[in-house]
C-alpha cells in the first residue's frame, strides 16, 4: 500500500508521529494544570501572591516555574488561565518564557545531556531568566493594551453553566411573559457577570463540592486539550515539513562564525520543535561543530519559540502581542549568546 509513496514522505509521517508522541504527554499535564488553576486557583490568592510592583511582579513570575515539570508544548494553555484569572500579563509571559527551561526535569535533562557538568544547564537557566527580564519588563512597562484574544478574557463559571442548563425547564414553567422578562434580568446579570467575571468566578467556584469541581476540572481540561490540540497538531506536521525538505546538513554548511553559527542554531530549534525535556540530547550533539554560545541559544531559544508553541500562541494571543514577544525574545536569545 505504501510501496509507491516517496521515501520523502515516509519521513515526513515518521517525524510527524514522533513529535506527537514527543509533545502529547506534555500537553495533557499542561491542559490538567490549566483545568486545576481554573476551579482551584482563587483570583483572591494570585492578587495576594503576585507584587502590585511591576518590575517585583516580572521576577516572581520568572521563578516560579522551577514548581510547574511542565514543557513549551503545554505552557500556554496554563499561562492563558492565569492571566484570565488576573495574573499580570508581563508576569505571565515570564512564567512562559523560564517554567519550560528551569524546571528541575528540564534542569537535570540537560546536566546529563552534557556529560554531567553544570556550564550549559546553568547558562540555559541565566539566559531563560535574562530573557524573561527583559521581555517581562519590555511588556510591563511598554506594550499598551490586552494580550489575550477577547473571547479568552471571560471564562463561565460552573455556576454560570449551572443556570444556562436549568434557564430552559426555568422558561417552560414561568411561561412565555415570566420567560421574557426572566431572560431580560438574566442577559443583564450575565453582562454585568462578565463585566466583574474575575470577582464572580471565585466565589461560584468555591461554593461548589469538591467532586464537582473535580468533575469540571476535568471537563475544562478536556476543552483545553482539544482547543490547542488542533494547533499542535499543525504546528507538528509543519515542523515535520521543514524537517524533511529543508536539510540540516545545507543549514549547518553555511553556519560559519558567531554570528551566523548563533543564528543558524536558533533556526534549528524553532524548526526541529523539540520537547525541552529532550531538546539538550539534541544540543549536545552539535558540540562538535558549532561553539557553546550557539549551542545554549539553541537550548534557550527552543523552549521560548519553536513552531508548534507559535501555532498556540496565535491561538490565543493577539498577534500584534505574539510578534512583540517574537521580536523581543530573537532579539535578547541572540545578545545573551553573543556575549557570554
Known amino acids: 500500500m505504501f510501496q509507491n509513496l516517496p521515501d520523502s514522505f515516509l519521513q515526513m509521517n515518521t517525524i510527524f508521529i514522533s513529535i506527537m508522541i514527543e509533545a502529547l504527554p506534555f500537553v495533557l499535564i499542561g491542559v490538567f494544570i ?10 483572591a490568592f494570585i492578587a495576594k501572591i503576585m507584587p502590585k510592583n511591576r518590575f517585583l511582579a516580572v521576577i516572581v513570575g520568572s ?34 518564557l523560564t517554567a519550560p527551561i528551569i524546571n528541575p526535569v528540564v534542569l537535570f535533562s540537560t546536566y546529563v545531556a552534557f556529560g554531567s557538568t ?22 510591563a512597562y511598554f506594550y499598551k493594551g490586552e494580550g489575550l484574544k477577547e473571547k479568552f478574557l471571560l471564562y463561565e463559571t460552573a455556576g454560570e453553566r449551572k443556570e444556562k442548563a436549568e434557564a430552559p425547564a426555568v422558561m417552560a414553567i414561568a411561561g412565555m411573559d415570566g420567560a421574557v422578562a426572566s431572560g431580560s434580568a438574566h442577559t443583564m446579570a450575565n453582562s454585568e457577570a462578565k463585566h466583574h467575571h474575575h470577582h464572580d468566578h471565585s466565589h461560584d467556584d468555591a461554593k461548589m ?14 476543552d483545553e486539550f482539544f482547543s490547542v490540540g488542533k494547533f499542535l497538531v499543525f504546528g507538528a506536521l509543519l515542523a515535520a515539513v521543514m524537517q524533511t525538505y529543508i536539510k540540516t546538513s545545507t543549514l549547518v554548511s553555511i553556519g560559519h562564525g558567531p554570528v551566523l553559527s548563533i543564528l543558524l542554531m536558533m533556526v534549528l530549534a524553532f524548526v526541529l520543535s523539540l520537547c525541552s525535556e529532550a531538546d539538550a540530547f539534541i544540543g549536545a550533539s552539535f558540540r562538535s561543530v558549532f561553539s557553546t554560545q550557539s549551542i545554549v541559544a539553541f537550548l534557550v531559544f527552543g523552549p521560548m519559540l519553536d513552531i508548534k508553541n507559535l501555532m498556540m500562541m496565535l491561538a490565543t494571543f493577539k498577534a500584534k502581542f505574539v510578534a512583540f514577544i517574537v521580536i523581543g525574545v530573537t532579539v535578547t536569545v541572540f545578545a545573551y549568546a553573543l556575549f557570554i
Open 209 to 222: 463540592p469538591m467532586k464537582d469541581r473535580i468533575w469540571h476540572t476535568l471537563q475544562h481540561a478536556v
Open 63 to 96: 521563578v516560579i516555574g522551577v514548581l510547574f515539570p511542565s514543557c513549551e508544548c503545554g505552557i500556554v494553555p496554563i499561562v492563558r488561565n492565569l492571566i484570565a484569572k488576573g495574573v499580570p500579563l508581563h508576569a505571565g509571559i515570564a512564567f512562559m
Open 34 to 43: 490549566a483545568g486545576f488553576i481554573q476551579m482551584f486557583i482563587s483570583e
Open 118 to 139: 553544570w556550564e550549559v544547564p546553568l547558562l540555559r537557566v541565566l539566559g531563560s531568566l535574562v530573557v524573561a527580564m527583559v521581555v517581562g519588563n519590555a511588556i
